[in-house]
C-alpha cells in the first residue's frame, strides 16, 4: 500500500507538487479509469507518476508504443464507459491526429482528456508548434493551467466536462508549467466512479459518410455548449483596477497570465490597466471578450506561441463593430521562444509609454568552455558508432533518430547527417540513397520503427538498430540474417523510457531497484 500524499492526501491538505504530479493529482480527484500514454518531455512524469503509484486498482496504465497508439487506446476505454486520459508532448499529437479526428466527430461517453505538452523555446523537441492550433482544427474545448494549482482544478474540470459533452477536451500545458513547483490544495479522492454503459448505435459510433455529416452537426452544437461554459468558466476572470476609471486592457491567456502578473507587479502598474484572463482558452467567450473590448480604447494582447488569441480579437472586434485599438506580438515579444517576466515587462512599458524597470542583462562570457549534451557513461552507442565510422568514415551518409542517436552529431563521432522525425531514419534515409546514389547509415530504436514505420517488423524490446541502405535495400550491419542483429540499449534516457528498457542487465529490476512493473 503506497503512502504517497497523492494517493493517501485528504481535503485541507497542502503538497508542493510539480505541475505533472498536479494533473495527476486532479484525475485521481476526477476518478480516472484509464491512462495511455507515449511518454515524451515535457509530459512524460505524469505517466511515470500513475506508475509509481500503482493505483491499488484505481486505473489502469498503459505506455503505449506509439501516441496514435495511445490515443486509440484511451478513445476505446472512453467508448467503453472509462474516463481516460492519454498524455503526450506536442509532436505527438500530430501522429495521434488520425484517431482524435474521429473521436471528436463520434463523441465518447466515458469521457477523454487528452493532455498535449508543448514545448516553446524547443527543450526537448525539434519544434516550437503550438497544440492550440489543434483546439481549432479539431474541435476541442482546452484548458491552460498557469500553476500548480491550476494543473490539477483544470484536470477535474476537464474531466467533468468531456464527460458531460461526451466529447474529448484538451488540457494544454507548457515546459515551465508541466515542470514548475508549486503548492497544491486537495480535495478528497472519490469512491470509484461509475462507468458509463455502452450502448450500440452505429449510426453514431461508425463514422460512414452518411454518419459523418450528421455527426458533424451535432459536434458543432456540441461547441456552441462548451462556448457557454466558457462565458461563465471560473478560470476566465476579469480583473478590475481599483479606480476604474482606465480604458487599457490586457487580455493574457496561458503561461503569460504569469509573466503579466508578475510584471504589472514589478512596475507598479496594476490600476494603470484592466486584465482579462483566459484559462479556458477555446472555444473563446466571444460575449465575456465583446464586453471587457467595450470598456477599453487600446488592447494588449500576451500569449506565448503563435498569434491565435490575437487574431480572433481583432476579428471578434471588427465583428462587433468597436472601435478598439487591438495590439499583441511585435519585435519584443514575437512567436518564437519563451516569453519571460523581463520580456513583458519591456513590452508593457513601451506600450504604457513609461520607464523599464527591467535590469540589463549581465553580457554572456564568451570565453566558457562548451558543454554540448553528451552520451551516458558506458552507452553501447559510442562503440558502435566508432566502429561505424570505422567502415564507412565520410564516404557513407547518416540518417539519424529521435532520442539518444542524435548525440552521435558531434565530433569526433559525427554520425548524424540529417533528421526527419522519429522512425524516419530507415525510411528517409531510403528516399535519400535513392535520389543521391550514396550509402546511407541509419540508426533507430526499434520502438521509433514501429512508431512510425509500419513496413518494419521488428519486436519491441528497446533495442537499438543500425542499418545500412545500399542500391535497392537495406541490409545489416551486424548479421547477414534477415533478422536484424542489434546492442541492447537497456538504460533508455529520453522520451521512450518505458520501463522494461531500464531494467539493469539480467536481474529483472529497475534502475530504482524494484521488481519490473505490470503495465
Not at 487506446?73 to 499529437?93: D, I, N, R
Not at 482544427?137 to 490539477?152: D, H, M, N, R, T
Not at 479556458?280 to 488592447?299: E, H, Y
Request: proline letters at 6%; aromatic letters at 6%; hydrophobic letters at 40%.
Amino acid at each position: 500500500m503506497s503512502n504517497d500524499p497523492l494517493l493517501r492526501g485528504a481535503r485541507g491538505e497542502r503538497h508542493l507538487l510539480l505541475g505533472n504530479e498536479a494533473i495527476v493529482r486532479g484525475a485521481l480527484e476526477a476518478g480516472v479509469h484509464m491512462v495511455s500514454c507515449y511518454p515524451g518531455t515535457p509530459s512524460s512524469e505524469v505517466a511515470d507518476t500513475f506508475l509509481r503509484l500503482g493505483g491499488e486498482g484505481r486505473y489502469r496504465l498503459e505506455y503505449s508504443i506509439n501516441e496514435k497508439v495511445a490515443m486509440e487506446v484511451a478513445a476505446g476505454g472512453a467508448l467503453g464507459g472509462a474516463m481516460s486520459l492519454v498524455a503526450m508532448k506536442h509532436v505527438g499529437l500530430n501522429v495521434a491526429a488520425d484517431p482524435l479526428f474521429t473521436s471528436v466527430y463520434i463523441g465518447l461517453p466515458g469521457g477523454l482528456v487528452v493532455l498535449t505538452a508543448d514545448d516553446p523555446g524547443c527543450h526537448s523537441s525539434q519544434n516550437e508548434q503550438d497544440n492550440r492550433h489543434y483546439a481549432r482544427f479539431a474541435s476541442l474545448p482546452c484548458f491552460e493551467p498557469v500553476s500548480a494549482q491550476e494543473a490539477k482544478e483544470m484536470t477535474r474540470e476537464a474531466f467533468r466536462l468531456a464527460r458531460e459533452l461526451q466529447q474529448p477536451v484538451m488540457l494544454r500545458t507548457t515546459t515551465r508549467v508541466s515542470h514548475m513547483r508549486g503548492p497544491v490544495d486537495f480535495d478528497d479522492l472519490p469512491a470509484p466512479q461509475p462507468k458509463v454503459e455502452f450502448k450500440r448505435d452505429p449510426g453514431r459510433f461508425v463514422p460512414v459518410p452518411a454518419v459523418a455529416l450528421r455527426r458533424h452537426a451535432a459536434l458543432d452544437a456540441n461547441m456552441e455548449k462548451a462556448r457557454q461554459i466558457a462565458e461563465g468558466s471560473r478560470f476566465n476572470v476579469e480583473r478590475e483596477p481599483s479606480g476604474g476609471q482606465t480604458r487599457l486592457g490586457v487580455i493574457a491567456s496561458g503561461v503569460a497570465r504569469n509573466y503579466l502578473a508578475d510584471a504589472l507587479a514589478s512596475g507598479g502598474w496594476e490600476d494603470r490597466v484592466r486584465v482579462l484572463e483566459l484559462g479556458m482558452t477555446w472555444p473563446l467567450p466571444n460575449d465575456l471578450i465583446g464586453a471587457f473590448l467595450q470598456k477599453c480604447d487600446r488592447v494588449l494582447v500576451l500569449e506565448e506561441g503563435a498569434d491565435l488569441l490575437e487574431q480572433s480579437v481583432r476579428a471578434l472586434a471588427q465583428l462587433r463593430g468597436l472601435n478598439v485599438r487591438i495590439e499583441g506580438k511585435d519585435e519584443t515579444l514575437s512567436g518564437r521562444g519563451e516569453y519571460s517576466t523581463t520580456l513583458v515587462l519591456r513590452r508593457l512599458a513601451a506600450w504604457l509609454d513609461c520607464p523599464c524597470p527591467a535590469k540589463s542583462a549581465r553580457p554572456v562570457e564568451t570565453d566558457l568552455p562548451g558543454r554540448p549534451p553528451n552520451l551516458c557513461p558506458g552507452c553501447s552507442h559510442r562503440a558502435v558508432y566508432y566502429a561505424v565510422r570505422q567502415v564507412f568514415g565520410d564516404d557513407a551518409v547518416y540518417s539519424s533518430d529521435i532520442g539518444c542517436y542524435t548525440l552521435g552529431l558531434l565530433p569526433p563521432l559525427r554520425t548524424a547527417d540529417f533528421l526527419v522525425c522519429m522512425g524516419s531514419s530507415v525510411s528517409a534515409g531510403s528516399g535519400f540513397a535513392r535520389a543521391s546514389g550514396k550509402p546511407v547509415v541509419g540508426f533507430l530504436a526499434e520502438y521509433d520503427a514501429l512508431a512510425a514505420c509500419d513496413g518494419i517488423r521488428w519486436p519491441l524490446s528497446g533495442l537499438a538498430r543500425v542499418a545500412v541502405f545500399r542500391g535497392r535495400r537495406w541490409q545489416d550491419t551486424l548479421s547477414s540474417s534477415p533478422e536484424l542483429q542489434a546492442l541492447e540499449e537497456r538504460r533508455a534516457r529520453l522520451a521512450a523510457e518505458y520501463p522494461r528498457a531500464r531494467q539493469e542487465p539480467g536481474d529483472g529490476k529497475t534502475e530504482e531497484g524494484h521488481g519490473q512493473a505490470e503495465v
